[in-house]
């Protein structure tokens, strides 16, 4: 006699597009912050940078990856466990990284052509990221 199985079926509503996105971005992060990191330290030793922006300009980018940390992870989770919640806390992270973004392309103080190339590759990410995080909330609220 086979036994029958009651009660919900499983089915998998995560995202594998997003999941992928989050790990790119991980990884292209690290690239970011540091490719930052050395051309604000290149800037201030080429360019006469006041010492109040360049201060300015560094806790935003520590402030960015402890951000994106928090984004990624709790993007992450929400994706993985199918939980809404922590995937709209991402996405509005994401509103606040973007943001920043937009800051060391267009407001920082010396803006060069690779901030500007590495900023834009940013905020395509974000982007898609966005667009597959509320294609992914839509889901698991219906």
């Given at each position: 006699m086979a036994a029958v199985r009651r009660g919900r079926t499983s089915s998998v509503l995560s995202s594998v597009p997003l999941q992928i996105l989050f790990y790119l971005n991980g990884v292209y992060y690290i690239f970011y912050f540091l490719a930052t990191l050395l051309m604000i330290v290149y800037k201030s030793q080429v360019f006469t940078y006041p010492d109040n922006f360049l201060t300015l300009d560094l806790i935003l980018l520590f402030i960015m990856a402890i951000l994106e940390t928090?984004?990624?992870?709790?993007?992450?989770?929400?994706?993985?466990?199918?939980?809404?919640?922590?995937l709209g806390f991402s996405l509005v992270i994401t509103g606040g990284s973007i943001v920043l973004s937009i800051y060391f392309l267009v407001w920082q103080t010396y803006v060069l052509r690779a901030d500007v190339i590495i900023n834009v590759v940013l905020i395509i990410i974000y982007g898609l990221e966005g667009i597959f995080q509320i294609i992914a909330i839509a889901a698991f609220v219906s």
């Open positions: 928090i984004r990624i992870y709790f993007g992450t989770k929400g994706n993985l466990t199918e939980d809404e919640a922590p």
